[in-house]
């Protein structure tokens, strides 16, 4: 037995906050939540997979725009023309009263709003179960799983459905369960659906999140896809596939050492194109580590965005990647200075912060006693450490 487990598909999500974007990347990237779920029915259709199970929200939104809900029927009728079934469930972002006359085609198999089980048989007349229910609401917020059944004898194989997440102290608002009661049921595979990030919470047997096959945000960052799970000596084997067509990066890169605006964009389109892999598009959040190495005025130019604008501008789909976002961070500790700078640093010190040095600099305010007492009870040491420190940060004057 052969069959995906997906979910989460969210179909036109609205990627908001990426306004600065050029029409043709933006097309892309809304576009995104739809191609991903083709190459889902494509794997299937390569894969001959028995059946394609679906863990709710299949939309993003419960009323589904038309293109959504056209774009998800032709898929479906692609997979009907491979003679696969599908079985859905709605989450709690497309939650709906689940009718029989239901608006799909034939192939496709929708858990009602109770929990019951679905029954095929395949080709190899291995009988499969399935358990699950669709969202009638936005919360869930009663014990679902125990009205799970246990696992049924007459079949081969047992899958249960689950749209929801892992009980905690507070807000359960999404079928709170344990992993201990998935467990218990003695099903051969659980399909979770809700977290977008796919992970395995239990291997024997199999409980798993399937993930969103698109991320939607920053913070879904990484490959996303979903399982293939196959049979194999009598257990259910999920293989995590990529189907993500954008991917959220988070790249982190320490400030070059140049002077010039056109040295400072190729060292950092040069550090970037070497991370983000090759067959990728990736949406790069760009980490600068150490950005007061640079000249003031480089970082003047990364700090008000106008880096940012001017690589957005030259940037191009086919490069793989874009930045949509710069973070500068400074060094957290103080670095070191090479061999021979620290050795004029300590020269030029040591002429430089002596009492009579800086009474001689102030000797126009020592006319007022207050100010020369003030000046004469400095110590030079001192003020060498805080001009050390002045250095380090780059602090310069707002109107350079
Ligand atoms: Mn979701």
Request: glycine residues 6%; charged residues 20%.
């Amino acid at each position: 037995m052969k069959f995906i487990h997906t979910g989460d598909l969210h179909l036109d999500s609205p990627f908001r906050g990426l306004l600065t974007m050029p029409p043709a990347l933006w097309k892309k990237i809304h576009a995104a939540t739809f191609a991903a779920f083709k190459k889902i029915v494509d794997d299937a259709i390569t894969e001959q997979v028995d059946f394609v199970l679906i863990v709710g929200d299949v939309y993003d939104r419960e009323r589904q725009s038309i293109a959504a809900k056209e774009f998800f029927t032709t898929q479906c009728q692609r997979l009907a023309a491979n003679q696969i079934p599908v079985y859905l469930l709605y989450g709690n972002h497309d939650y709906q009263l689940v009718s029989a006359g239901e608006d799909l085609p034939t192939n496709v198999h929708v858990l009602g709003n109770q929990v019951s089980t679905l029954r095929l048989e395949l080709a190899n007349h291995e009988r499969v179960a399935i358990s699950g229910f669709s969202y009638d609401q936005r919360w869930i917020e009663e014990d679902v799983v125990a009205r799970y059944p246990q696992r049924q004898d007459d079949a081969n194989w047992h899958i249960g459905m689950l749209h929801g997440a892992v009980k905690e102290q507070r807000e359960n608002h999404y079928a709170p369960f344990t992993t201990a009661e998935l467990v218990a049921k003695k099903y051969d595979y659980w399909a979770l659906g809700h977290i977008h990030k796919h992970q395995l919470l239990n291997e024997k047997p199999p409980i798993v999140y399937c993930g969103d096959p698109q991320g939607r945000h920053q913070n879904e960052d990484g490959q996303h896809g979903y399982y293939l799970v196959e049979s194999q000596q009598g257990k259910l084997v999920p293989t995590f596939k990529p189907a993500g067509q954008v991917l959220w990066q988070k790249l982190t890169i320490t400030a070059p050492k140049v002077v010039k605006l056109n040295e400072l964009e190729e060292a950092i389109v040069a550090a970037v194109a070497k991370q983000v892999s090759p067959g990728d598009f990736a949406l790069v959040a760009l980490t600068i580590n150490g950005v007061d190495h640079l000249p003031a005025r480089l970082r003047h130019l990364l700090a008000n965005g106008d880096v940012l604008a001017h690589l957005q501008k030259r940037l191009l789909i086919n490069d793989g990647w874009w930045i949509f976002q710069i973070i500068n961070k400074t060094m957290p500790n103080m670095p070191t200075m090479t061999d021979l700078d620290q050795r004029y640093w300590q020269e030029a010190a040591a002429n430089v912060f002596t009492t009579n040095e800086l009474l001689g600099l102030s000797s126009s305010l020592t006319g007022e006693n207050f100010l020369a007492t003030y000046l004469a009870s400095l110590d030079p040491a001192d003020m060498k450490r805080q001009v050390l420190q002045l250095l380090e940060q780059g602090e310069v004057p707002d109107d350079y």
